[in-house]
């Protein structure tokens, strides 16, 4: 079994770092909140993440960004030589080629497998999960990332991984504020919301997605997150970024991010992406719960 460095124990790092320990690998963990060490249950704690990176042969990262990464993988760089790195964040192409090539140049070695899915994929190991790395690579490494999904994909070099999580969770964005809006008009215009839905259910627009939020839109209740507002805002931005300089259109997300952004500044940022649904369906004073 591996040694492993696991850093970043968020909502998703700490369903997957709890993998790796039951599936017998030996982890040391560590997260600049150490609160969020607390429920995670066979694992050494370390003070700092060159501590856990020095401990361990291979380092997972699901940090938030790529600045989190830079200011924990990459702050004592001397301490990744011989040190495989498996950035499984969401960032995007350039920043993980980026951060490729300081962790090569440090003399350790790197491959991006950003995951999809929520905390229970994650906790029962259902993640999809895509890889950018070369053949040999993922080859090496398949075994451990199967414990986080059982079908890895190897999508391409460093890069092409995070392209396409990008891609889909840009679907997570517009897909989300499309059916909030649709939502929306079918309660503000009394309509049936189960009716609704069962013509839904049976055309080809219907993504699983639209049950999942249902009923958090339905009852405004938008606590215990499994993805945060402000982390799909982020990701849409990035999107956006990225698109921008593939010379691609991006009006139609842009009015995504615009939601978004009004979500966050009316303090939905912990909250469930859902919440997206406050801004485009506001509470009418005039109708209860409309």
């Known amino acids: 079994m591996a040694k492993i460095g696991f850093i970043g124990t968020g909502l998703m790092g700490l369903p997957m770092a709890q993998r790796l320990i039951d599936a017998g690998h030996s982890v040391t963990a560590y997260n600049r909140t150490a609160a969020k060490?607390?429920?995670?249950?066979?694992?050494?704690?370390?003070?700092?993440?060159?501590?856990?990176?020095?401990?361990?042969?291979?380092?997972?990262?699901?940090?938030?960004?790529?600045?989190?990464?830079?200011?924990?993988?990459?702050?004592?760089s001397s301490v990744l030589r011989d040190r495989t790195v498996i950035q499984m964040s969401t960032i995007a192409p350039d920043e993980s080629q980026s951060i490729r090539d300081q962790?090569?140049?440090?003399?350790?070695?790197?491959?991006?497998?950003?995951?999809?899915?929520?905390i229970p994929e994650a906790r029962s190991g259902k993640l999809i999960v895509m890889v950018g790395a070369e053949p040999e690579q993922f080859e090496k490494w398949r075994s451990l990332l199967q414990i986080f999904g059982e079908n890895p994909v190897l999508l391409g070099s460093v890069g092409s991984a995070a392209t396409v999580k990008l891609a889909?969770?840009?679907?997570?964005?517009?897909?989300?504020s499309a059916?909030?809006?649709?939502?929306?008009?079918?309660?503000?215009?009394?309509?049936?919301?189960?009716?609704?839905?069962?013509i839904l259910r049976q055309s080809a627009l219907y993504a699983p997605t639209f049950d999942k939020k249902l009923q958090r839109m339905i009852d405004r209740d938008f606590e215990n997150p499994n993805f945060p507002t402000k982390h799909l805002q982020k990701d849409i931005g990035l999107f956006i970024e990225a698109a921008r300089s593939s010379n691609l259109e991006t009006a139609s997300v842009e009015g995504v991010q615009e939601?978004?952004?009004?979500?966050?500044?009316?303090?939905?940022?912990?909250?469930?992406?859902?919440?997206?649904?406050?801004?485009?369906?506001?509470?009418?004073?005039?109708?209860?719960?409309l």
């Open 179 to 198: 059916f909030a809006a649709s939502l929306g008009l079918v309660l503000r215009q009394n309509v049936d919301v189960e009716a609704f839905m069962k």
């Open 103 to 118: 962790v090569i140049a440090a003399g350790g070695t790197y491959l991006e497998a950003p995951v999809l899915g929520s």
């Open 37 to 76: 060490l607390e429920s995670l249950t066979g694992a050494v704690i370390a003070s700092s993440a060159s501590e856990a990176i020095t401990a361990s042969e291979c380092v997972v990262l699901m940090l938030t960004n790529a600045q989190a990464i830079q200011e924990t993988l990459l702050a004592d």
């Open 168 to 176: 889909l969770n840009q679907l997570i964005g517009s897909l989300t």
């Open 259 to 289: 939601i978004l952004n009004q979500a966050i500044s009316e303090n939905l940022s912990d909250l469930d992406y859902a919440a997206l649904f406050a801004i485009v369906c506001p509470i009418d004073s005039n109708k209860k719960n």
